[in-house]
């Protein structure tokens, strides 16, 4: 016997014919990511990181260049990770010809490697396992850049412009992609149910994709381990581990 919240967002799922949903860092911790904000989590382990998050610093600074190519190269940035059964579950959920889009603020590609296809899931924070150049259009694989590093070049530039290089995630003091937000934006307004996983629904301003779902009508569903700032908005919350209980709620069993 399922709990009564779980079988109400069974039911809410099953009853769906478009479902967007948006994750957050905490799907990805099961696969030994930390929350990068959390007490294990990069930025408070080794402020470098944190610096070289920092668009501002990172184009600025050399030395906070190299430190973060030479921690991405030895593999210090969770090189090894796989993805877990969330991952799976939403994988699952596509199959069942559910899945509208999947918006994630996660930069670690593991819904596309768990199988998620690549047209449906919009990265709103980029992905670290690519490289873009700052000044022109070039973008690579990142083990591309990685294997410069380790035969020598500390800080690779742009083989086309001779730019800099950073992995092709958002950083502090960039702009979201237009267009990754207003696929997210289409998402939310033509879902009949919206599912917010694994965030706490704090980061502006992907988290008004909730309020656009809701406005237009779908039905919310929150998985968070931890309360968020748009319970009071849910049909359905569950604050339970993700790994638990969305394989359940998208009828993988
Ligand atoms: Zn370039």
Redesign the pocket.
């Known amino acids: 016997m399922q709990s009564p919240l779980v079988e109400e967002a069974r039911a809410i799922i099953d009853e769906a014919a478009a479902v967007a949903v948006l994750t957050g860092a905490g799907i990805s911790t099961d696969s030994g990511i930390p929350d990068f904000r959390g007490p294990k989590g990069i930025w408070t382990t080794n402020p470098k990181a944190e610096k070289a998050s920092n668009i501002r610093y990172y184009v600025s600074d050399p030395e906070v260049r190299k430190a973060n190519w030479a921690a991405r190269a030895s593999g210090a940035l969770w090189a090894n990770v796989e993805p877990n059964v969330g991952h799976f579950a939403l994988v699952h959920l596509e199959q069942r010809g559910k899945l509208h889009t999947l918006i994630t603020q996660n930069v670690d590609e593991l819904h596309q490697r768990a199988g998620s296809s690549p047209e449906r899931v919009v990265e709103v924070h980029g992905t670290t396992r690519k490289v873009a ?1 700052l ?2 259009e ?1 973008r690579d694989n990142m083990e591309e850049a990685l294997e410069r590093v380790r035969s020598g070049e500390e800080d690779p530039a ?1 083989p ?2 001779g ?1 800099l290089l950073k992995s092709a995630t958002v950083s502090f003091g960039q702009s979201l992609d237009p267009e990754d937000l207003r696929r997210s934006e289409v998402a939310a307004n033509e879902a009949d149910v919206f599912v917010a996983i694994g965030t706490t629904l704090a980061v502006f301003p992907i988290n008004e994709t909730v309020m656009i779902a809701k406005q237009a009508g779908a039905r919310l569903i929150i998985v968070n381990a931890e309360p968020t700032v748009m319970d009071h908005l849910a049909d359905v919350v569950l604050n339970e581990q993700i790994a638990d209980v969305l394989p359940k709620i998208v009828g993988m069993g």
């Open positions: 150049c000044e022109c070039y742009c086309r412009c730019g």
